[in-house]
Every structure is written in C-alpha cells, then in structure tokens.
C-alpha cells in the first residue's frame, strides 16, 4: 500500500484537490477538482461534468506526469498545516454512469492517478510542534 492509514483517512475526509497537468505547448496547468481515493487500485479517480472535454483530461493524451495537492489548515493557534502531494502518472479512464452530489449526471470518463512518489506533511504526526514538522517523502 502506497498510503499510510493517516493518509487515506485524510484523503477520505478532503473534499477538494488540485490536479496539475502539463498542456500542448509544455506549460503546467492547475485545475481544482473532486476525487476519491480508490482502495482497490490505490489510485486518485477525479471525476466532474463533461471531464472527457476538460482541458486537463485532454492534456493527459500528450503526456501522463500528473501532480496532484490535497491540503487544509487543521489548526490557526497554533498555526498547523496539512499537505498530500501525489506525484506521478494519470490515464484516461472510464466508469460506469453516475450522478454528482448535485444529482446532475458526471461523465463517464475520469482521470485516474497512479502515485509514484507521496509528500506528506502533517498528516501522520499531529504530537510535534508545527515549525519542527518534517515531511514524509517516499517512493511508492
């Protein structure tokens, strides 16, 4: 397992993530979206409205590398921070038909991101003081 239980937990209550891809002509494009974290593949599936014609779906057919950011703010006093950053590759995918929490229908085409290297801060360690925190940079 690529996750740590910590990890995945926090995956599992983020609601908003940011998925960088890279365009045509080189340059990094950032795009927030909805995800979840797929237990059976260890994967990040993105879904949205019409994703097979969104700019980063597209993106995907000329090159896979794929960043991926997932972070919040546990705490203002003392100031702490929490940070999940998924490097790695993403494919086009399909799934089955299903409805948004909106109940308006999603596509069925998603991004599925497969990690190769995890940055994690925060997350696991909620005991040491926040400016002494060390991130956790694994291979996956």
Do not use: C
């Given at each position: ?15 908003l993530?940011?998925?960088a ?9 950032n ?14 599936d ?11 779906f597209r ?16 705490s ?7 940070c ?13 038909a299903?409805?948004?929490p ?9 991004i ?18 926040p ?9 996956a």
């Open positions: 397992m690529a996750f740590t239980p910590y990890e995945i937990a926090f995956l599992d209550n983020a609601e993530g940011r998925l891809t890279i365009g045509p002509d080189g340059t990094p494009q795009s927030p979206v909805g995800f979840t974290y797929n237990a059976e593949l260890g994967t990040i993105i879904a949205g409205y019409r994703m097979s014609s969104s700019r980063k993106n995907l057919a000329r090159n896979d590398k794929v960043a991926f950011v997932v972070d919040d703010i546990a203002r006093e003392p100031w702490r921070v929490r999940l950053e998924i490097r790695g590759t993403a494919e086009q995918a399909t799934v089955p299903r409805t948004g909106a109940g308006d229908p999603l596509d069925s085409a998603i599925r991101v497969t990690p190769r290297r995890i940055i994690s801060f925060g997350i696991d360690d909620q005991d040491t003081e400016h002494d925190l060390v991130p956790d940079i694994r291979d």
